[in-house]
């Protein structure tokens, strides 16, 4: 089945970009949890909406337009949210707002791209071309190398940012480094799943392992190989019954959670 699966090219293109996917979504879903950047993700990824339409009204790459608008919208979060953390919801609210609003107004003056938006919002891994693989593949690059090469810095920031300030780390520059990272992965995972699913990708692995993990280094590894098993799995099973690729990733993603959270209950239980 995995070879017949594996015979169509748009099916390839489908399971690179899902292993690119899943292994961005393991190292960045990681930080997001530990920093509990939830909030902040989903309204990156909502407001990245406006982008889109500014590709289409403007006639470039909607990949391009998404992924410029997003990391513009979350360096803005990032330094209204650092200087007042007490009006953060409300602030990452009324951009998320402003970019769905920007995105659908110019949809509406740009006639023949219903299509290129439904897409957007659930997702189109089968329809991948190779081109963007390669941004793809950039930007997972770019996300490597930066927790690579500053993750002492990111888990000072993560679990202690004043003792990281007073080793000298530059806490708020490496606050905004650490949200365009995540503005590139959610960028990348509204190709695989879509606007309105990125969230539950980006987040429920690291929430998995997290429980059972304490250490950043492992809960990153871990979560990247349970975000493959998941895509994966998900691309499998979607191919053989002819379903969308995103909810039925998203669901097996959901019912792991909840098998997780059933068994750390009855851990729980025993320990009494």
């Known amino acids: 089945m995995f070879l017949e699966m594996m015979s169509f090219d748009f099916m390839q293109n489908a399971f690179l970009a899902g292993l690119l996917v899943a292994i961005a979504c393991g190292i960045m879903g990681s930080f997001v949890v530990v920093n509990k950047l939830t909030g902040l993700s989903g309204g990156v990824a909502h407001a990245s909406y406006g982008g889109v339409g500014l590709a289409c009204f403007f006639g470039f790459s909607p990949m391009l337009g998404s992924l410029g608008f997003a990391l513009a919208c979350a360096l803005l979060m990032g330094v209204l949210t650092w200087k007042n953390r007490v009006r953060s919801d409300t602030l990452i609210g009324v951009i998320w707002a402003f970019g769905m609003a920007l995105g659908i107004i110019l949809t509406d003056l740009t006639p023949g791209y219903a299509n290129d938006m439904m897409s957007f919002l659930f997702g189109s891994i089968l329809t991948v071309p190779s081109s963007l693989l390669i941004l793809m593949l950039v930007l997972l690059s770019l996300i490597v190398f930066f927790t690579?090469?500053?993750?002492?810095?990111?888990?000072?920031?993560?679990?202690?940012?004043?003792?990281?300030?007073?080793?000298?780390?530059?806490?708020?520059?490496?606050?905004?480094?650490?949200?365009?990272?995540?503005?590139?992965?959610?960028?990348?995972?509204?190709?695989?799943?879509?606007?309105?699913?990125?969230?539950?990708?980006?987040?429920?692995?690291?929430?998995?392992?997290?429980?059972?993990?304490?250490?950043?280094?492992?809960?990153?590894?871990?979560?990247?190989?349970?975000?493959?098993?998941?895509?994966?799995?998900?691309?499998?099973?979607?191919?053989?019954?002819?379903?969308?690729?995103?909810?039925?990733?998203?669901?097996?993603?959901?019912?792991?959670?909840?098998?997780?959270?059933?068994?750390?209950?009855?851990?729980?239980?025993?320990?009494?």
């Open 148 to 272: 690579v090469f500053y993750f002492r810095e990111f888990l000072l920031l993560s679990y202690d940012p004043e003792f990281a300030q007073v080793k000298g780390v530059r806490v708020f520059p490496l606050y905004l480094l650490l949200i365009a990272m995540i503005s590139f992965t959610v960028v990348m995972a509204v190709q695989a799943v879509g606007l309105i699913l990125v969230i539950a990708l980006l987040t429920i692995p690291a929430y998995i392992v997290e429980s059972h993990v304490n250490h950043l280094r492992n809960m990153i590894f871990i979560s990247v190989g349970l975000s493959l098993i998941l895509v994966v799995s998900g691309l499998f099973i979607a191919f053989k019954i002819n379903f969308t690729v995103g909810p039925v990733i998203i669901l097996l993603s959901v019912f792991l959670y909840l098998l997780n959270l059933g068994l750390l209950a009855i851990q729980k239980k025993w320990r009494r």
